[in-house]
């Protein structure tokens, strides 16, 4: 249980620190001033889904067997199927 909480404070630094994550971060700051308020906004809320993205990757990875991954994806998309069936009332 240590090892995984620590895997995950891990890859959880890691996704923070990314490359790509921190030059978005970056250009929002260096160009916050030039920016409109809806601007700022929607380039947080990338810089925010883009964080959250990698984290949730990397935090699957860390956690789930490439098995495991694959069985779960397989699963989404049978849901995802079964709900437009249902909206498409089939």
Not at 53 to 72: F, N, P, Y
């Amino acid at each position: 249980m240590l090892a995984t909480a620590i895997a995950l404070q891990q890859v959880t630094q890691e996704a923070v620190h990314d490359e790509m994550v921190m030059d978005m971060a970056a250009a929002i700051y260096q160009n916050k001033n030039e920016m409109t308020g809806d601007e700022f906004i929607h380039a947080l809320y990338q810089y925010s889904a883009m964080l959250a993205s990698l984290t949730t990757t990397l935090v699957t990875t860390t956690l789930l067997t490439e098995t495991q991954i694959d069985e779960m994806m397989s699963n989404i998309k049978e849901f995802e199927k079964l709900g437009k069936d249902i909206i498409d009332g089939n």
